[in-house]
């Protein structure tokens, strides 16, 4: 009896035993469970990584918002890769990474005449839910269209750009006229400065056969009451009478020698250098010549203006500028989209237009104390960009542009005439687009 007690004794302790030992395994199992799918990945799970490609000169001057950005979103890691400060190589780069179909980059940094070739490919996030009309209306409105293509948003402006007209306030004071309005004007002002001796040109622009003949050209056609092609309707102006007296404005300047013969052979350099030494009265060219010219023989003796236009027609300024999308390919479009918004947002443009003199794509930031105290012309600039002018938004822009190119760099060279280039460049337009 007293051995089946012991025995009873003990198999109870066994079972305490083995249920304290089975309660420890469970809690260890737990633990280990936790401590795998909850505590693990948080010390070990990498941010997200997200990419993109820009000129190795604008990416050093972004560094300051990329590390911002990073400190303010541990989750998620914003990544620049440097490209060729060349910005043609930098598209050619994009679609040869499209192209191949496996592309590294989540955003797209983007000239605003990349937009309709890239959407229309299919390489671009539709951005338009992503985007509230009430924050839309904050931006330049030519800006928010430079980034639509056939009525969706791929593009978010990040900074504007727009062609204007540059001239010198000291001469024209000197000689008692106010700034010209028509092209007339600015030929029959030019020629009297030039004959009093007070400038040795008139008026510098961009005529060299390269992208900046095209944009110039856009703001001298809408002038003229003209266009280049309608993206709604695929029609062709160029060789409409207005489209032809808009080349004819610029082989009048050049016959008159108000433009300097070597005209056909500049771009932008070559026309700022002239004007900010003094050497020219009126120059055609982007906003970032102001800020440079401060540092000049002619600082505090100019001022700007949208561009002349023809008597009863309305200035136009060829948009430029930079935005970002969304590539189709990217696994994570909520972060990259985190990125656009911080990027896009009124602190960051403002610390990065404070820091690099860029025009900002936010319409609040031109009359921005901080801004202005240090860009005093700023509210004078959003004026100019407002009466901005787009570069036609169709897929075959590049091609479209290469046509224009050739055919007004004959005309301005004089081996062909204005009219019998313009009709030439329509029908090869004609041609592309019905393609």
């Given amino acids: ?14 079972l305490k035993l083995i249920k304290s030992q089975a309660w420890w395994i469970v809690l260890w199992a737990s633990l280990i469970f936790t401590f795998q799918w909850w505590i693990l990945p948080g010390w070990t799970q990498q941010p997200i990584t997200i990419k993109t490609l820009i000129r190795a000169d604008e990416a050093q001057q972004l560094e300051p918002l990329v590390t911002k950005f990073n400190q303010q979103h541990p989750d998620i890691k914003f990544q620049i890769v440097e490209a060729p400060s060349d910005s043609n190589q930098v598209e050619d780069l994009y679609t040869s990474s499209f192209l191949l179909g496996n592309s590294p980059f989540d955003l797209v940094y983007m000239d605003i005449v990349w937009t309709p070739k890239f959407a229309a490919a299919g ?38 750009d727009a062609g204007m007209l540059y001239y010198r306030q000291d001469l024209l004071d000197k000689a008692g006229y106010a700034a010209p309005e028509t092209f007339q004007e600015l030929l029959e002002i030019s020629q009297d400065l030039q004959q009093q001796g007070l400038v040795e040109w008139g008026y510098v622009w961009q005529g060299k056969q390269y992208e900046g003949l095209a944009a110039m050209f856009v703001e001298i056609l809408q002038g003229s009451g003209a266009f280049w092609v309608d993206p709604d309707t695929l029609e062709v102006g160029l060789d409409r009478p207005q489209a032809i007296e808009a080349v004819e404005f610029l082989r009048q300047a050049i016959a008159l020698q108000v433009s300097p013969p070597g005209v056909t052979t500049y771009a932008e350099e070559e026309t700022r250098l002239l004007f900010q030494n003094g050497k020219v009265a009126f120059l055609r060219n982007w906003p970032y010549v102001y800020s440079l010219a401060l540092d000049s023989p002619i600082a505090g003796k100019y001022s700007i203006k949208p561009m002349v236009h023809a008597v009863g027609q309305s200035s136009g300024a060829t948009l430029g500028g930079w935005g970002i999308g969304i590539a189709k390919t990217s696994k994570h479009p ?8 911080f990027l896009s947002s009124e602190a960051s443009q403002r610390e990065f237009i404070l820091a690099t003199g860029f025009v900002p794509s936010r319409v609040a930031l031109f009359n921005d104390k901080a ?27 590049a091609q479209a542009s290469d046509i224009l ?7 301005i060279t004089g081996k062909m005439t204005p009219e019998k ?15």
């Avoid at 190119?405 to 005309?411: E, I, K, N």
């Avoid at 280039?421 to 393609?435: F, P």
């Fill in 123 to 160: 390489w671009l996030q539709d951005l338009s839910d992503r985007l509230s009309q009430n924050e839309a209306q904050k931006y330049l409105k030519g800006d928010i269209e430079g980034g639509m293509y056939e009525n969706k948003l791929y593009r978010l402006p990040f900074r504007s």
């Fill in 1 to 14: 009896m007293r051995i089946y007690h012991l025995l009873l004794e003990s198999t109870k302790y066994s």
């Fill in 421 to 435: 280039a313009m009709q030439a460049a329509a029908i090869e337009t004609r041609n592309l687009l019905a393609s």
């Fill in 371 to 397: 801004i202005v105290a240090k860009y005093n012309y700023y509210p004078k600039l959003l004026g100019v960009v407002q009466s901005s002018a787009l570069r036609p938004p169709i897929s075959q822009y």
């Fill in 334 to 341: 909520d972060a990259a989209w985190e990125v656009i918004k």
């Fill in 405 to 411: 190119q050739r055919y007004l760099s004959a005309a």
